[in-house]
């Protein structure tokens, strides 16, 4: 007797794929069940706001039977995720989450954000040539990126220097004039720690604003995540 074809398994992809790193975890994902052999049809959900605690609720609703995230989310959708009990995986999670009291179908990933942190810090510590260090935070100032800030200005306090950790006037505008402005008054050469890859070039465009090119001094150490 013939098989019959497998069932189609409903998955919800809420993924930032904009840059470099939501690219490769959707890659990734996309590769696992493809080398599984599982049947998927998947929703895709790209930005935060879309991905709402009223989202969350509706998919038990529509039969579905998995999610998988990495959006930087706010207490209350990580609380309606800990109340479901739909397969999760959750990439970038952190201990202080509600969605850690979840005891089933739940797989959390996530990096050491404060050993990178402090690895920025060695590495420019190392170098020996720098007057002055800086953290440049994520826009949305998420958790991972306070955690690798917090770090690296610990353990640069710890051997004697100190770290300015930039901060926008207001919120929700385009800031690389004010970020600028603020690089220029660093006494150089400044050693830059910048969260992630992609606010690194925001820190580049806002060096070339004040001279071509990077000459003002300041070298760069940004993340892929």
Not at 3 to 12: D, L, P, Q
Not at 59 to 67: E, Q, S, T
Not at 131 to 143: E, I, K, M, T, Y
Not at 171 to 176: A, H, L, M, R, T
Request: glycine share 8%.
């Amino acid at each position: 007797m013939a098989k019959g074809k497998a069932e189609c398994r409903r998955v919800v992809i809420a993924l930032q794929m904009a840059g470099r790193p939501g690219q490769r975890k959707l890659s990734g994902a996309l590769d696992y069940f493809a080398e599984s052999g599982i049947n998927c049809r998947f929703r895709f959900v790209r930005h935060r706001d879309a991905f709402t605690p009223e989202f969350i609720r509706s998919l038990g609703r529509n039969d579905v039977h998995g999610i998988l995230y990495s959006l930087d989310t706010v207490p209350s959708i990580e609380a309606e995720l800990a109340k479901i009990d739909i397969p999760t995986i959750g990439i970038g999670v952190f201990d202080r989450s509600p969605l850690c009291g979840r005891t089933r179908n739940l797989a959390l990933v996530t990096g050491d954000c404060e050993e990178v942190g402090r690895a920025a810090a060695d590495l420019l510590m190392d170098s020996g040539r720098f007057r002055s260090f800086a953290f440049v935070p994520d826009l949305r100032n998420a958790p991972w990126s306070r955690l690798r800030g917090h770090a690296f200005v610990s353990l640069l306090k710890a051997h004697g220097f100190r770290a300015d950790v930039y901060r926008r006037s207001r919120d929700n505008y385009y800031d690389i004039v004010e970020l600028s402005t603020w690089l220029k008054r660093k006494p150089k050469p400044c050693g830059v720690f910048v969260a992630f890859d992609d606010r690194a070039l925001d820190v580049v465009d806002a060096c070339n604003i004040v001279v071509q090119r990077l000459r003002i001094g300041c070298t760069l150490i940004g993340n892929v995540t």
